[in-house]
């Protein structure tokens, strides 16, 4: 079978103790090639991933040494910048609990060592935490007079403050810069069903239910582990259905399943959060199995038999399309004739409300989203618009022939998912 590149990487990564061909396809790649996985893996979050694997493996000799040079360069840089972060960290934790702010940290530095070994290994885009309603407006007045400013959110139920720096993230050195700009997340829920116009989920998370964390000197209020998986599970489907998923974040929960797939009190725990809701068991099994696919973790006995009885409808779109959707292109990064990633749509589908399914159809088939942001910040600074550099950003016309052609492709896709299903009920009622 013939990998990308992309995917040659992610079977590099994998938790399977083989690595077979994949590691000796790195030295067929050309200088081309290995640029745009550069850009590609940093955008993904792998890119120091991917540098500690070769190290590992003793394997840094199958690719070019400007390769490891800037795999390095920008791994050093990051260091500063984790460095940097941790003390923006450190502060806000002070004054949160100077100012009485009941909070948790989601996240970020509450993955070490659960989900990532070294928080070095991470690029720090942003600090969440879970803030109780009561101490919102403290913890916004905080972040304000810190120097953060405010941000439009597509959820009600976050408020993003961030920090200006010397630009926005892009594909070279400057992301890991630690004077690049960060943001804080306030969250006082994570799960939106508005955004996705999807049933309620009842709230799973929740400040009291915080156990202290330990993380280099610091102490912090986080997730336990159960609720820590789950909170990556619902991180990732809201990744997911939004057409692009981080995939670092998949690798992540890759990364939690090889430690911790045969801790019966774990999934016991989990087993007991999720309860009777078919919604958020199924939501874990889409995920945990995509993760399955790309990085072949093991997975736990409990998440085994939630798929064995998942719907159909969840069920074909793990096997046709999950594995795709986890490398869909995206208008900022790549172009092809008629992108994947709408295709998330199918499985989207099969949890939207009937009456809910042609809003939201409607309203995914363009990045009203993303105009709707472009409106807000012309209204704040009305000189953007002779700002051509702005322009340039907003790769409008790339992103409108983006959502144009992956709608098409779409509609072109119904005949066969609809097929599919057939075929699994039918399947379904030969063995009955």
Same mark, same amino acid.
């Given at each position: 079978?013939?990998?990308? #590149? ?22 067929? *790649?050309? #200088? /081309? ?28 000799? !199958?690719?070019?040494?400007?390769? %490891? ?44 060592? &659960? *989900? ?10 942003? @600090? ?40 926005? #993230? ?15 997340? @306030? ?10 116009? $999807?049933? %309620?989920?009842?709230? &799973? ?106 719907? #159909? ?29 709408? $295709?998330?749509?199918?499985?989207? &589908? ?6 809910? /399914? ?10 009203? %989203? ?17 700002? !051509? ?12 022939? *983006? ?30």
């Amino acid at each position: 079978m013939t990998r990308t #590149p992309a995917e040659t990487i992610v079977e590099v990564l994998s938790f399977s103790n083989e690595l077979g061909d994949c590691i000796h396809e790195l030295e067929k *790649f050309n #200088p /081309r090639e290995w640029r745009r996985i550069l850009g590609w893996l940093d955008d993904a979050g792998l890119a120091f991933y991917f540098l500690e694997k070769l190290k590992n493996t003793n394997a840094a000799e !199958t690719v070019p040494a400007w390769v %490891m040079s800037r795999l390095e360069k920008n791994f050093a840089a990051n260091r500063l910048r984790v460095g940097d972060m941790s003390h923006r960290f450190g502060a806000l934790n002070q004054k949160f609990n100077d100012a009485g702010v009941r909070y948790a940290v989601l996240k970020g530095f509450s993955l070490v060592p &659960q *989900f990532c070994p070294d928080l070095a290994l991470r690029h720090l885009s942003d @600090l969440d935490y879970l803030v109780e309603e009561q101490s919102l407006s403290a913890a916004q007045r905080i972040l304000l007079e810190a120097g953060y400013c405010p941000k439009l959110s597509r959820s009600n139920q976050e408020s993003i403050l961030v920090m200006p720096g010397m630009g926005g #993230p892009s594909r070279s050195a400057v992301q890991y810069d630690a004077r690049a700009p960060h943001a804080v997340e @306030l969250h006082l829920d994570i799960w939106d069903s508005d955004q996705h116009k $999807l049933p %309620m989920l009842p709230q &799973q998370f929740f400040v009291e239910r915080a156990e202290p964390t330990y993380w280099n000197g610091f102490t912090f209020p986080a997730l336990a582990d159960e609720d820590a998986f789950l909170l990556q599970i619902l991180h990732a489907c809201q990744h997911l259905f939004t057409y692009w998923i981080r995939m670092s974040s998949l690798f992540e929960i890759g990364y939690f399943l090889n430690r911790r797939a045969s801790d019966a009190s774990l999934w016991d725990r989990v087993e007991e959060r999720v309860g009777d809701n078919l919604m958020l068991r199924e939501f874990v099994v889409v995920i945990t199995e995509l993760v399955g696919k790309l990085f072949a973790p093991p997975i736990p006995p409990l998440v085994r038999a939630w798929g064995s009885s998942i719907r #159909p409808g969840p069920r074909v779109w793990i096997e046709n399309y999950a594995r795709h959707s986890a490398f869909c292109e995206t208008p900022g990064y790549d172009f092809r004739l008629f992108p994947r990633a709408k $295709l998330v749509l199918f499985l989207l &589908q099969e949890y939207t409300y009937a009456y809910a /399914r042609k809003h939201t159809l409607e309203n995914r088939m363009l990045p009203s %989203m993303r105009l709707s942001r472009m409106v807000s910040a012309v209204k704040n600074k009305p000189s953007l618009l002779l700002d !051509t550099a702005w322009w340039k950003r907003q790769l409008l016309l790339k992103r409108s022939l *983006f959502h144009a052609l992956a709608a098409l492709r779409y509609f072109c896709e119904i005949p066969r998912w609809k097929w599919l299903n057939r075929a699994r009920m039918r399947s379904i009622s030969a063995n009955v």
